[in-house]
């Protein structure tokens, strides 16, 4: 168990975690304290993300996931619902048709702009709850207990307070439910 969690090129044993946000600001899916060796691919089909959270049922035909170039480009693995940016070693795989490569350079020239809500959401976890700047218990089921609270925590106060970047940039309001 001490090695899953262990990343050599850092310094320590760390946790990994994997967030996906709504337009709202809302944390959707939360994926938490998985080992730290665990690469974000692995993590999101472990967590569900794939599926069956990116299947019809979740996620409407027509709507997807900005995800960063981490994430896999297989339309069989994520049901064609991950939009990303390329690797650089991806270049040679733009679209045939013009109509295509127009929106894939659209999409590319967008996407370090839609990274940032990805930074905003990360620092409007950590920044109200002061206890995720420090290390965090050994222990796996105080670990995971502490950060789900802090993700409801966060989901209650973008809802009810409503102080969040990400909603405040990409919708004005809330629909009526």
Same mark, same amino acid.
């Given at each position: 168990m001490q090695n899953a969690y262990f990343k050599g090129f850092t310094q320590g044993v760390e946790v990994t975690n994997l967030f996906v946000w709504n337009?709202?600001?809302?944390?959707?899916? +939360? +994926?938490i304290n998985f080992p730290g060796s665990w690469h974000d691919t692995k993590l999101a089909s472990a967590s569900g993300?794939?599926?069956?959270?990116?299947?019809?049922?979740?996620?409407?035909?027509?709507y997807a996931v900005l995800g960063d170039s981490a994430f896999v480009n297989n339309l069989k693995a994520t049901n064609g619902k991950v939009v990303r940016g390329r690797k650089s070693n991806e270049t040679n795989d733009i679209p045939c048709s013009l109509a295509l490569a127009a929106v894939d350079t659209i999409l590319q020239r967008a996407m370090p702009s839609e990274r940032q809500s990805a930074e905003?959401?990360?620092? +409007?976890?950590?920044?109200?709850? +002061?206890?995720?700047?420090?290390p965090l218990p050994a222990d796996s089921k105080k670990r995971y207990r502490l950060l789900r609270i802090c993700c409801h925590m966060f989901n209650f106060r973008t809802r009810h307070v409503g102080r969040n970047q990400i909603r405040s940039t990409h919708c004005n309001r809330r629909p009526a439910q």
């Open positions: 337009f709202y600001g809302e944390l959707i899916h +939360a +994926a993300l794939y599926f069956p959270k990116l299947s019809d049922e979740y996620t409407p035909p027509g905003w959401g990360v620092r +409007a976890i950590k920044g109200p709850f +002061a206890r995720l700047k420090v």
